[in-house]
């Protein structure tokens, strides 16, 4: 058979290929900050009634061991929106507020999501948290987005007349920048109402101007990150709750739940709803200080068991995949740009191999396989691992501590420690992480990281 051959029989698969999604559907990707596992009802919160978030569990697939790349925000973030590991870019930190240095931040070598949706006709949108570099070339309209609504860095006070700050020049750090305006674009601009609420009227009108063209909608809610702040409306829906810390928590993710349930809504009345894929999730586990459950797992943000990177997980797309399924086996928010990309025809660069799979097959149960033969979390700063094969869970605490090992089928919450009685369970984890280990590189910002910042700016086109 000839080269000219395989041509051929590409182009006729191709047309086949596009002749069966003849219409691109739209892509809605719902993420929470630091929400705790057990906080929403699909994992049986008893606390926090979630019935718009639970409605994608239930119209969809609500998966129990789903994983982040990472246990806290950016670089979770980071490995999300690439579809690889943030580690293969030296994304192994949060980024810091530096305005002058493009190191700090999602490389621009990588491409988004948003990106490649861009190249095959999609609309792309970003309302909410970015945290993938302040530098004025490495905000979300130089990375693939159409349109920005939102906040440039890891996080926002909540409550309107709080944000005193309208030139993002003077921000002076990361913590300063949650008094920030929003930006709408380039512009700054007021938030005048509670800012989850704000965010969730710009979702909901993102949808309403978008309803005739393919969209991506990447709302990225701050919501329940410290600090925990509510109004009175969500707060009065938790008077039984005693403790002011949970109380306020939990009025903050009633609020996403509202926002939710309004952007579902608009999906619907658009006529959308058989045409659009949802996800939801959280970018890393409940945090120990904002007063989350991640029960019943072991750890909270930060960490490398469980609590600290497996996350709430759910995902719905109508006609495509079965409805009120649970799936069990190990998914990953890598997953989410491959099935996207396998979804509207988006295309995968070649020289950025993606991490994640398509999980449409999975989830219909024609494949009755396993996305993934190995779940992985390296923090170089702790020297600190996870490694999950199976059921089976290598844990290197920080700072190469005895490595344990937990059979997760039969200790969810990582208290036996099996290592000693299953020597070669553990080679073989250990084999794994040495492996994909080998394949990334040293932090390229972060603590540690020495030389001048790199304060070059991307050569604009004319
Ligand atoms: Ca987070």
């Known amino acids: 058979m000839t080269p000219r051959f395989f041509a051929d029989l590409l182009a006729i698969l191709f047309v086949i290929s596009t002749t069966l999604h003849a219409r691109q559907p739209n892509l809605v990707l719902i993420l929470a900050d630091d929400l705790g596992y057990r906080d929403v009802g699909f994992n049986g919160s008893k606390h926090i009634p979630t019935p718009h978030i639970d409605s994608i569990a239930a119209e969809g697939v609500r998966c129990t061991s789903a994983y982040v790349t990472f246990s806290v925000c950016a670089p979770s973030r980071a490995g999300l929106i690439t579809g690889r590991y943030p580690q293969r870019f030296g994304f192994e930190h949060n980024t810091r507020w530096l305005r002058d240095d493009i190191r700090e931040g999602l490389p621009l070598s990588e491409t988004t999501i948003a990106d490649a949706l861009g190249k095959s006709g999609y609309h792309n949108g970003l309302v909410g948290k970015w945290h993938l570099g302040a530098h004025p070339d490495l905000l979300p309209l130089e990375r693939g987005f159409d349109e920005f609504y939102g906040i440039p860095g890891g996080g926002s006070l909540y409550l309107p007349g709080k944000h005193?700050?309208?030139?993002?020049?003077?921000?002076?750090?990361?913590?300063?920048?949650?008094?920030?305006?929003?930006?709408?674009?380039?512009?700054?601009?007021?938030?005048?109402?509670?800012?989850?609420?704000?965010?969730?009227?710009e979702a909901?009108?993102?949808?309403?101007?978008?309803?005739?063209?393919?969209?991506?909608?990447?709302?990225?809610?701050?919501?329940?990150?410290?600090?925990?702040?509510?109004?009175?409306?969500?707060?009065?829906?938790?008077?039984?709750?005693?403790?002011?810390?949970?109380?306020?928590?939990?009025?903050?993710?009633?609020?996403?739940?509202?926002?939710?349930?309004?952007?579902?809504?608009?999906?619907?009345?658009?006529?959308?709803?058989?045409?659009?894929?949802?996800?939801?999730?959280?970018?890393?586990?409940?945090?120990?200080?904002?007063?989350?459950?991640?029960?019943?797992?072991?750890?909270?943000?930060?960490?490398?068991?469980?609590?600290?990177?497996?996350?709430?997980?759910?995902?719905?797309?109508?006609?495509?995949?079965?409805?009120?399924?649970?799936?069990?086996?190990?998914?990953?928010?890598?997953?989410?740009?491959?099935?996207?990309?396998?979804?509207?025809?988006?295309?995968?660069?070649?020289?950025?191999?993606?991490?994640?799979?398509?999980?449409v097959p999975f989830l219909t149960g024609k494949n009755t396989g396993s996305p993934h033969e190995t779940i992985f979390l390296r923090k170089i700063q702790q020297n600190a691992f996870a490694v999950r094969s199976g059921s089976h869970k290598m844990v290197i605490p920080k700072d190469e501590g005895k490595p344990l090992l937990f059979n997760l089928d039969t200790d969810i919450g990582e208290k036996?420690?099996?290592?000693?009685?299953?020597?070669?369970?553990?080679?073989?984890?250990?084999?794994?992480?040495?492996?994909?280990?080998?394949?990334?590189?040293?932090?390229?910002?972060?603590?540690?990281?020495?030389?001048?910042?790199?304060?070059?700016?991307?050569?604009?086109?004319?």
């Open 164 to 201: 005193g700050i309208e030139d993002i020049e003077t921000v002076k750090n990361e913590y300063h920048s949650y008094r920030l305006w929003m930006l709408r674009g380039d512009t700054p601009e007021k938030p005048e109402k509670y800012l989850t609420d704000v965010f969730s009227d």
């Open 204 to 359: 909901v009108d993102f949808v309403k101007r978008n309803k005739d063209k393919p969209f991506f909608l990447f709302l990225s809610y701050n919501a329940p990150h410290g600090p925990l702040q509510a109004t009175e409306k969500y707060l009065s829906r938790f008077k039984h709750i005693k403790n002011k810390d949970r109380r306020t928590y939990a009025a903050m993710v009633s609020a996403m739940d509202d926002g939710v349930g309004r952007v579902l809504a608009e999906i619907d009345s658009a006529g959308l709803e058989e045409d659009t894929l949802v996800f939801f999730l959280s970018d890393n586990g409940g945090a120990s200080s904002n007063a989350s459950s991640n029960f019943p797992l072991r750890g909270y943000k930060s960490s490398v068991f469980e609590g600290g990177f497996r996350v709430p997980f759910a995902v719905k797309w109508p006609g495509e995949i079965p409805q009120g399924r649970t799936y069990e086996k190990p998914v990953s928010s890598l997953d989410i740009f491959a099935t996207i990309a396998a979804a509207s025809g988006a295309k995968e660069d070649p020289e950025r191999p993606l991490d994640g799979v398509d999980l």
């Open 416 to 462: 036996s420690d099996i290592a000693d009685a299953n020597p070669k369970i553990l080679a073989d984890l250990e084999k794994r992480r040495s492996e994909r280990n080998g394949e990334l590189i040293d932090p390229v910002f972060g603590p540690g990281v020495t030389g001048p910042p790199d304060t070059r700016r991307k050569k604009k086109k004319d």
